[in-house]
C-alpha cells in the first residue's frame, strides 16, 4: 500500500485500513486540535522523529485493554495497600508530557514527542479531551500518563516512571478510574511487555475500527478530570 501525502489546507485523512505494511497511513497534516481529534476518532496515531514531518499510523493487529481484563500482579498489591503514591488527574498536563519526552527507554533511542506536538496536545486538554494521571511521592511527580478520550475509549500515549512501578500504579487506578466511568476500551497501540502483563492483548484492526465506529455515537467525558478513591 502506498502512504498517502496530506493536503495541509484540508483536514482529513484516507481510510485507515489503507495502511503500508509497517502500519503507516500518511505523512504532513499538523498538530492542531482538528487534526489530532480527527485522527483518534479514526484509529489514527501520530509517530514520528521530532524533526521529521508527521507520519500517521494505524497498525495490525492493534493492541488493547479491556478495563475488565486488567491484571494487578500479587507484587503490586502492597503498594495500594501501603498507599506508598498518591494519584492526582489533571494537574499538571504539560509537566507529565514532558517527562515522558525526557524518559529514556530501553531499546529506544530519542523521543517521538517535540514541542509542537507537546503544544498541539496542551491545546486538546485545554478543550477537555486530553487528559494526564500524575504520580506523587512525597509531594514529587515520580509518574505520570496522558492520552485521550473519546466517547468510551481512552487512547493512551506514553507513560514515565522515575519510582519502580510508579507508572504501573498510575496506570491501574486509571483503568479502575475508567471502569467505574463506563469505558469499554482503551487503545494501547503497539505491544509492551509492561502493558501485557497489566492484561493488554491484540485484536485485529477491523474489530478495533468497528468499535470506533459505535463509539461516535457515545458522550464523551470531557473536561478535567478529579480523582476519588
Known sequence: ????????????????????????????????????????????????????????????????????????????????????????????????????????????KGTWISEPMIQGYLEVHNLGFAHSVEVWKEDELVGGLYGIALGNVFFGESMFSKASNASKFGFIKLVRFLQKNDFQLIDCQQETKHLASLGARSIPRKRFLQTLKDNDLMKTLRGKWKYEE
Open 1 to 108: 500500500m502506498p502512504v498517502y501525502y496530506l493536503n495541509d489546507e484540508y483536514i482529513a485523512f484516507p481510510n485507515p485500513e489503507l495502511t503500508s505494511e509497517e502500519g503507516i497511513l500518511a505523512v504532513g497534516g499538523d498538530y492542531t486540535p482538528d487534526w489530532i481529534l480527527l485522527a483518534y476518532q479514526h484509529g489514527i496515531f501520530p509517530w514520528s522523529n521530532p524533526n521529521d514531518p508527521i507520519l500517521w499510523w494505524c497498525p495490525d493487529p492493534r493492541f488493547v485493554l479491556f478495563p475488565e481484563e486488567l491484571k494487578v500482579s500479587k507484587s503490586m498489591r502492597p503498594f495500594f495497600n501501603q498507599r506508598k503514591f498518591e494519584v492526582t488527574f489533571d494537574t499538571c498536563f504539560e509537566e507529565v508530557m514532558r517527562n515522558c519526552m525526557e524518559f529514556s527507554r530501553r531499546g529506544q
